[in-house]
């Protein structure tokens, strides 16, 4: 008899260790809710951040003194922007090192002296415009004309 009752012991223990174990059902739909509203409100505040980083410069273009075709332009760029840049992205340029020799399809004359040059805000740029961050407001004055 104690076999038995052993027998029918070991089979209730197995049996019940066979059995699957059902995990209860969760209602994640709030929780998805939720997710999307958090990721809209994260996108729209990577927007208003990446929008408030934007900054206005002008830019002038001139050859002797007067404006060359679309020579002058409000832009936003990054504030930081670099100025050749800058410039590759709004002007049709042809460069070298760093050194641009035709805005628009005006070219520089190196037998008439005349050098593309620039000014920030009324001084002569003191870096190339491949080291040039530009800030709001920055008035960027290209200059084609005699180099003195």
């Known amino acids: 008899m104690k076999k038995w009752l052993l027998l029918l012991s070991a089979s209730f223990v197995l049996a019940a260790c066979g059995q699957e174990v059902a995990e209860p059902q969760v209602d994640t739909s709030a929780d998805t809710a939720t997710s999307v509203v958090e990721s809209e409100v994260s996108s729209e505040l990577a927007s208003s951040e990446t929008d408030a980083d934007l900054v206005e410069v002008t830019v002038s273009v001139t050859e002797d003194g007067e404006l060359i075709t ?79």
């Open 70 to 148: 679309d020579g002058e332009q409000v832009v936003e760029v990054e504030e930081g922007a670099l100025l050749l840049d800058v410039m590759k992205e709004h002007y049709a340029i042809t460069e070298d090192g760093g050194f641009i020799s035709a805005i628009n399809g005006v070219e520089q004359d190196e037998d008439a002296g005349k050098w593309w040059m620039f000014d920030v805000n009324g001084a002569m740029g003191e870096t190339g415009a491949a080291e040039t961050e530009l800030q709001a407001g920055d008035l960027i004055e290209w200059k084609l004309e005699a180099f003195e």
